[in-house]
């Protein structure tokens, strides 16, 4: 059988160069014997402070560009996949939360960074507050966007089911994504990770926390307390956290609504107030919910138009 040829030079079929998955860099390094992948930021940033964003539960970074992608000219801004997630290696110790903590910073101490704002969704967030708790003087600022573990996720079956309902509040694109990293990830991964994440005391170390942290709720997220029973636990004590709530949104905010999650980042760096853009439509509003004593106060005469 002949072998196909291209129809412009009748020889043997080009390789069309692979489009590239993002816009950010895509690189490798080894870290303890393991080859980690990573995306950074192709060109200088016009702020030289670090962003790093911090995946979720069973997935890679992939699902997290759509934001990191329309902030990553602005901060120098990395989004790895942590050892056994992704196209990363594995390794055995890594399917607990302190665990993943420390490999977060064991990847900043090989890019030489000494500190960072960390961004995270859903589990990423318990990692990053685990990360502030062992390296408070290496994490700047702390964005965690749709916060998932603890006592309202467990049992499994009631977690499944709260999956199974955030599943067609998705967009539909989220599924090419996250199954590719599901299936990659692996039933007995899953299981052990499961219960190391609904045992991890976010709540209690968020609220011990003392940077300037945002919380972002999506107002359909079945896998969290509604926004003003956060609010009510949150007010229970003094602390550093923003808490606000994007209606028409889900769980995986960092994917489906990336301009909105990108717009509160960059108000929250700033330290203005959270406040929509008038350009949204209609069914998209971002407005505050709890605003802890010892959060930095809004800049006066600031606006977010």
């Not at 692979?18 to 490798?28: D, G, H, M, N, Q």
């Not at 055995?92 to 995270?120: C, N, Q, S, W, Y």
Request: with cysteine; proline share 10%.
């Amino acid at each position: 059988m002949s072998s196909p040829t291209s129809p412009s030079t009748g020889g043997p079929p080009r390789k069309l160069p692979r489009r590239p998955a993002s816009a950010l860099a895509e690189k490798w390094t080894r870290i303890d014997d393991v080859d980690v992948f990573y995306r950074e930021s192709p060109r200088p940033a016009t702020d030289p402070r670090v962003m790093v964003h911090v995946h979720g539960f069973g997935l890679s970074g992939r699902y997290l560009l759509p934001t990191a992608e329309r902030l990553a000219d602005e901060f120098h801004t990395y989004v790895p996949d942590l050892p056994g997630f992704g196209r990363s290696g594995r390794r055995r110790d890594m399917l607990d939360i302190p665990d993943l903590a420390h490999a977060t910073a064991d990847f900043l101490d090989d890019r030489g960074v000494e500190k960072a704002t960390l961004v995270g969704n859903s589990m990423g967030c318990p990692v990053i507050i685990e990360f502030a708790h062992h390296y408070p003087e290496r994490i700047d600022r702390a964005l965690l966007v749709s916060p998932a573990g603890g006592l309202y996720n467990q049992p499994l079956r009631r977690a499944v089911g709260q999956l199974s309902k955030d599943a067609p509040r998705e967009p539909t694109r989220m599924a090419r994504v996250a199954v590719p990293d599901y299936v990659r990830f692996g039933v007995p991964s899953t299981m052990r990770l499961f219960r190391a994440l609904t045992t991890y005391p976010s709540l209690q170390r968020l609220l011990e926390m003392r940077i300037p942290t945002l919380v972002v709720l999506g107002e359909r997220d079945p896998l969290l307390p509604h926004a003003h029973r956060v609010d009510e636990i949150a007010s229970q004590t003094d602390s550093h956290v923003l808490v606000v709530l994007l209606e028409g949104a889900a769980h995986a905010i960092n994917f489906s609504h990336p301009e909105q999650l990108a717009h509160a980042i960059r108000l929250f760096m700033e330290d203005k107030p959270i406040e929509n853009d008038p350009q949204w439509p209609g069914h998209l509003r971002l407005y505050e919910v709890h605003r802890g004593k010892h959060h930095p106060p809004k800049k006066s005469g600031d606006t977010a138009g």
